[in-house]
């Protein structure tokens, strides 16, 4: 099983600024499989970043991921207010299909 | 963009069979994998299994003893049998639509429906 780490648990900023979350994974992953959801309080994920780089349709252009093989990047340029949530990175492969990370917390500072 | 929605009680006893359906609009059945996924405190976000629109399923490992997914074409829904629940299957679950063109994400999830495994 691919176990995805990802770093930090919680990351406090401020409307505006950027944010960097990692994700690591156990083994090497195909970086066509690597995707990124936002989750919000309630809600369902809503997928935003697919193929490690590729934003789905209707993301803004401030969500960007990155990397390749076990460490991957997601990034948010400018932090707006409704970007405040929980977001986890996901991974395709062999048995078990797939898995997630434990997600990153970006809280309002 | 396909629609799901989830449907099924909100409470089981342990030791019973926890059942849940997903009725999909909006879009086609086909070339999809079906897919349900369940999120608790402990275990994040957990992968349970898909059915594909030919019938083909393949399940968590650590489930696979215990789950049967479905699909209805005629009613264009698929569902969710796990036997034996516990507490450890208390959980908020989700059915999904997996991408099968080579990407392998979800981008169509259901609202989700918390199912609370308790006497």
């Known amino acids: 099983e691919i176990v995805l780490t990802q770093s930090p648990d919680t990351v406090s900023l401020s409307p505006g600024e950027r944010a960097t979350l990692s994700c690591r994974a156990s083994?090497?992953?195909?970086?066509?499989?690597l995707a990124w959801y936002q989750q919000k309080p309630g809600q369902a994920p809503r997928l935003l970043i697919y193929?490690?780089?590729s934003r789905a349709n209707g993301v803004p252009d401030r969500f960007s991921g990155s990397g390749s093989g076990t460490e991957f990047i997601f990034t948010i340029s400018r932090l707006e207010p409704e970007d405040f949530a929980v977001y986890y990175c996901?991974?395709?492969?062999?048995?078990?299909?797939?898995?997630f990370g434990q997600g990153t917390r970006v809280e309002i500072k | 963009q396909v629609q799901l929605q989830e449907s099924g009680p909100g409470q089981v006893k342990p030791s019973e069979t926890l059942s849940l359906t997903c009725t999909i609009s909006?879009?086609?059945?086909?070339?999809?994998?079906w897919t349900w996924i369940r999120q608790s405190p402990g275990k994040g976000l957990e992968w349970i299994g898909y059915?594909?629109?030919?019938?083909?399923?393949n399940y968590n490992p650590s489930l696979k003893s215990r789950v049967t997914i479905s699909l209805d074409t005629s009613k264009i829904q698929f569902s969710l049998r796990m036997t034996s629940v516990t507490a450890a299957d208390t959980a908020v679950y989700y059915c999904?639509?997996?991408?099968?063109?080579?990407?392998?994400?979800?981008?169509?999830w259901g609202q989700g429906t918390l199912v609370t495994v308790s006497s």
């Open positions: 909006g879009g086609s059945i086909r070339s999809s994998y």
């Open positions: 083994q090497s992953v195909d970086r066509y499989y």
């Open positions: 059915v594909h629109y030919t019938g083909s399923t």
């Open positions: 999904a639509r997996g991408d099968s063109f080579g990407y392998y994400y979800f981008d169509s």
């Open positions: 193929s490690a780089s």
């Open positions: 996901q991974q395709y492969s062999s048995s078990p299909l797939w898995t």
